[in-house]
């Protein structure tokens, strides 16, 4: 394995109901509930804005969201919203983050394509790029598309 291998101990799913997905991990996976909010126990078929449900399997820990009002469109509606990494020396990440262009990721992705499947990344800009910037850094990779 090499030096730089990150170890993911963090992933965060957007849904329309965090309590019915995190029982379905719990049962298919066994992964344990850490907590909740947002969801009332007496009505089960609701789930409100925001809401969310945390499990762990005992080294991964998920995050199953459902997103207020004012996020919606903005952070992903649904499916993996982010991930997190351990990393040796937090103090050199952002600059190795800052270092990633719009270019990178859209190297990246043209490498990863190969199925009929579309993958969307961005990278986000400064709040003062031009609009042809903040277009650059969301690259949509779909088969029958391409990369834009």
């Known amino acids: ?5 990150l170890k993911i101990r963090h992933l965060a799913f957007a849904s329309e109901h965090p309590g019915k997905a995190a029982e379905f991990y719990k049962s298919a996976f066994g992964f344990q509930e850490l907590s909740r909010f947002g969801l009332d126990p007496d009505r089960p078929d609701e ?25 919606l469109g903005k952070a992903g509606d649904q499916g993996i919203h ?40 961005s990278l986000l800009p400064d709040h003062n790029a031009t609009a042809a910037q903040r ?7 779909n088969h029958e598309m391409g990369i834009r």
């Open 47 to 71: 789930a409100r804005r925001p809401s969310g449900v945390f499990l762990t399997d005992g080294t991964l820990n998920v995050a199953i969201l459902k997103f207020p009002e004012n996020m």
């Open 135 to 141: 277009e650059a850094a969301h690259p949509i990779v």
């Open 82 to 121: 982010h991930f997190g990494v351990v990393v040796e020396d937090v103090e050199a990440w952002p600059d190795r983050i800052q270092a990633v262009t719009p270019e990178d990721v859209n190297a990246a992705l043209r490498d990863l394509v190969a199925n009929p499947h579309y993958l969307v990344a």
């Open 1 to 5: 394995m090499g030096k730089n291998l």
